[in-house]
């Protein structure tokens, strides 16, 4: 079963959330934020942006034994309203977006 939350003017899920694959007492939730805060609370004013993806679930840990898991994905934006940056999930993906008059170009930082 899957279920969604909606954002009030777009036609975008704010939350997925579905029986954990791994742990059927367990949920895996995906959150879209679009508040521009990163605070602690997602979609308190949602803007029309997406500003982080927030990833909640349960995995196996080297000695398979479940844990549960958050991952984040963050989303930077220029003052044109163009994404410049996405940061995540793991801490060393990073990756910039360049424009010029004709063109963007990633530009992908750190190692994998
Ligand atoms: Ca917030």
Aim: net charge negative; hydrophobic share 25%; charged share 25%.
């Amino acid at each position: 079963m899957r279920e969604y939350t909606y954002h009030p003017t777009l036609d975008d899920p704010l939350t997925t959330t579905e029986t954990s694959v791994l742990n059927s007492a367990g949920s895996r939730v995906v959150t879209n934020d679009y508040d521009s805060d990163l605070d602690a609370t997602p979609n308190e004013a949602p803007t029309d942006r997406l500003y982080r993806k927030i990833e909640q679930g349960w995995t196996l840990d080297a000695g398979g034994n479940q844990v549960a898991f958050t991952d984040t994905t963050e989303y930077g934006y220029d003052a044109n309203g163009r994404l410049t940056s996405i940061a995540g999930p793991r801490a060393s993906e990073y990756t910039e977006i360049d424009y010029d008059a004709t063109s963007a170009r990633a530009r992908r930082c750190g190692a994998s």
